[in-house]
T-cell receptor, first 109, second 110 residues
Framework: GQNIDQPTEMTATEGAIVQINCTYQ??????LFWYQQHAGEAPTFLSY????GLEEKGRFSSFLSRSKGYSYLLLKELQMKDSASYLC??????????FGAGTTVTVRA | DGGITQSPKYLFRKEGQNVTLSCEQN?????MYWYRQDPGQGLRLIYY???????QKGDIAEGYSVSREKKESFPLTVTSAQKNPTAFYLC?????????FGPGTRLTVT
């Protein structure tokens, strides 16, 4: 099975940087995904990591360390619209994708 | 217009009735998934399918059934055996490098 942990809530100021950590334990790692979910809506795909290192996409970056079972999502130049829940998901060798409980990020002016 | 379609957006049923939720995709993705989300909680996997005519149980398959007769379609039936069926149901499709969600169906059973 898979055990995925991420903080429940984080608060940051507009224009700042926030780092959301995700630790996982899985049998047969086959990729890690990050999603953004606004209240009442479906999740939207942000990033995918399968090799160690940093993937950058505009204001969002995602890092993976397979040996440590660790990933983080970095949100830079925070905007009010970034207030949302951020979901970490891990895929195993059977292509089963399991999600953490999500981190609610609140951006304050 | 391409993507993942789930219909209807809102669905209301009486307790004891089976109900089927639709999920259609034209992205040519092999993998399809069904999740449910309860208020304030994460997504839990119900069923998933990697290929036509094959599917696997997820973490909470009891009270649900699926079929995968076509690559484009992966309908989910919520049976009367599901004890707490009221939830937000999300369908997803994907490849090796990405996975996308449909808009979801909010099911309310009273």
């Amino acid at each position: 099975g898979q055990n995925i942990d991420q903080p429940t809530e984080m608060t940051a100021t507009e224009g700042a940087i926030v780092q959301i950590n995700c630790t996982y334990q899985t049998s047969g790692f086959n990729g890690l995904f990050w999603y953004q979910q606004h209240a009442g809506e479906a999740p939207t795909f942000l990033s995918y990591n399968v090799l160690d290192g940093l993937e950058e996409k505009g204001r969002f970056s995602s890092f993976l360390s397979r040996s440590k079972g660790y990933s983080y999502l970095l949100l830079k130049e925070l905007q009010m619209k970034d207030s949302a829940s951020y979901l970490c998901a891990v895929r195993d060798q059977d292509y089963k994708l399991s999600f953490g409980a999500g981190t609610t990020v609140t951006v304050r002016a | 217009d391409g993507g993942i379609t789930q219909s209807p957006k809102y669905l209301f049923r009486k307790e004891g009735q089976n109900v089927t939720l639709s999920c259609e995709q034209n992205l040519n993705h092999d993998a399809m998934y069904w999740y449910r989300q309860d208020p304030g909680q994460g997504l839990r996997l119900i069923y998933y399918s990697q290929i036509v005519n094959d599917f696997q149980k997820g973490d909470i398959a009891e009270g649900y059934s699926v079929s995968r007769e076509k690559k484009e379609s992966f309908p989910l039936t919520v049976t009367s055996a599901q004890k707490n069926p009221t939830a937000f149901y999300l369908c997803a499709t994907g490849t090796a490098y990405e996975q996308y969600f449909g808009p979801g169906t909010r099911l309310t059973v009273t």
